[in-house]
């Protein structure tokens, strides 16, 4: 619910990602064209991809993509700081990282919200100048939104230098997680917890050696209300979007969508970071099907529900041409 701000210059609206958010500007912004609606958004090429022998052994939940393009970043200089989701027992923490060997710590999935953005707004204020953020598609989209400065402040300037976008359908709000998860295990004992990819249906909880499975469809109910809107599966403002590659947990999904994010990309290779191959076609098509329908339900219910391009004095979750809402929708 979003109630009345007597602030003069409101920043909840200016960058939420659920009030005001215009699509076709973001695009142009960034893409430099209108907003298309495609399933997956505007992108150059689509690879599989896995850390390389530069990065070690480290324990990466899935392919390690995201901990090998942060350190890589860091290591030469493309970033001078990256804000990245640690966890305190199974609580996110979102922490700011200055060592290249320290992205090895934060690489397990984390499946609960996190307050990233406290984190990049901290490093902002301690005055880094290129910072690196990995971040959920919502959080992708405020970020979009601070970029483009609009409250239109003279003394404005842009210090993020990389944004790693993760694949998300939905996130668990903690605090009804935390007490769900105790009623079944001894949360301090929680080692790891994972969703591996579809037809699965479970998430899986390890305390060491044990496991226990829990089904999803009791884990939805632990999702909040506003998942249900988001349109973006897999984090279409960022430079490059990382997901696990279905029926292969040990690999990941590498959208590479701006020139930036294919320099880093590159130079990861060359360098031994990253290891790239072809993604197989089932694959992208399953990963565009799954992107579609996700964006498909949730404007159908935005729309179905008048929040989008609202005229008047009502809010809009969603601004973008009618003709851009009937090609996703029908």
């Known amino acids: 619910m979003l109630f009345p701000c007597t602030l003069e210059e409101g920043r909840c609206f200016a960058h939420c990602p659920k009030v005001e958010v215009d699509l076709d500007e973001l695009s142009q912004n960034y893409f430099g064209r209108s907003y298309e609606g495609g399933p997956l958004g505007n992108y150059l090429s689509i690879r599989t991809s ?17 901990s090998a393009l942060m350190s890589f970043a860091l290591s030469k200089g493309y970033i001078d700081a990256a804000v990245l989701t640690d966890k305190e027992g199974i609580l996110p923490v979102p922490r700011i990282i200055t060592d290249a060997n320290e992205t090895f710590t934060c690489s397990s999935s984390k499946y609960s919200a996190a307050p990233t953005l406290s984190a990049l707004n901290q490093a902002m204020k301690d005055e880094y100048k290129k910072i690196g953020v990995v971040a959920t598609p919502c959080q992708v989209l405020s970020i979009a939104q601070m970029r483009i400065n609009p409250l239109e402040k003279e003394d404005f300037t842009d210090s993020v230098a990389l944004v790693v976008g993760l694949f998300c359908t939905w996130a668990i709000d ?52 506003t998942c249900s809107y ?55 098509e399953h990963l565009m099907w799954a992107a579609g329908n996700k964006k498909r339900r949730a404007l159908v219910k935005a729309k179905g529900e008048g929040m989008i391009n609202t005229e008047e004095d009502k809010k809009s979750y969603l601004r973008l041409q009618s003709k851009t809402v009937d090609k996703i929708t029908g």
């Open 50 to 66: 896995k850390a390389g022998s530069k990065v070690g052994k480290a324990a990466f939940q899935a392919g390690g993509t995201v």
């Open 174 to 225: 903690f605090r009804a997680f935390a007490p769900f998860i105790s009623e079944r295990v001894d949360i301090n004992k929680i080692t790891k917890v994972d969703i591996p990819p579809p037809p699965s249906e479970i998430m899986e909880v390890y305390m060491g050696d044990e496991k226990i499975e829990i089904p999803l469809n009791e884990i939805r109910d632990l999702v909040p209300d």
């Open 230 to 284: 988001c349109i973006d599966m897999t984090s279409e403002f960022s430079d490059l979007s990382v997901g696990v590659l279905e029926g292969r947990p040990d690999i990941n999904t590498l959208i590479i969508r701006t020139e930036r994010g294919q320099k880093i990309v590159n130079e990861a290779v060359q360098e031994g970071y990253l290891i790239l191959d072809d993604i197989p076609e089932d694959n992208l």
